[in-house]
């Protein structure tokens, strides 16, 4: 038996979500996170890219604009490619199960809510 498991964080969206049709027919969310620990000297931020696979991500992609907080968990994985330079990059990846919205810059966390649960049906 494998090992299970699941990563769970909170970040800010580094730029607006999208939707891309695969030439499959399925759909995926692509967004991009920074997570922030640590503070003064120690401070730190970890990007990370998130993947949701489905109608899901049709349905939220539209509230999930630069700059909202978002809580989340999925399944980490790396995905290793090769720049212009040469250079091996290595980015983590999270194939999201759940987006929780926090709170987003343009409107108020509670208008937010209500907004999302009366426009999107699970």
Do not use: H
């Not at 800010?12 to 967004?31: I, Q």
């Not at 991500?57 to 980490?76: D, F, H, M, Q, R």
């Not at 926090?102 to 649960?117: H, L, R, V, Y």
């Amino acid at each position: 038996m494998s090992d299970l498991s699941e990563y769970c964080f909170t970040g800010r969206l580094t730029a607006d979500a999208t939707v891309n049709v695969l030439s499959s027919g399925k759909s995926v969310l692509n967004a991009n996170v920074a997570i922030n620990t640590g503070y003064g000297d120690y401070k730190k931020t970890l990007f990370i890219k998130l993947q949701m696979w489905g109608e899901r991500g049709n349905k939220i992609v539209e509230y999930l604009k630069k700059g909202t907080c978002i809580a989340s968990s999925g399944v980490p994985s790396k995905s290793e490619w090769t720049n212009r330079e040469g250079k091996t990059v290595v980015d983590i990846v999270v194939d999201v199960q759940n987006i929780n919205i926090i709170s987003s810059k343009k409107q108020d966390t509670a208008t937010a809510d209500e907004t999302f649960k009366e426009n999107v049906e699970w």
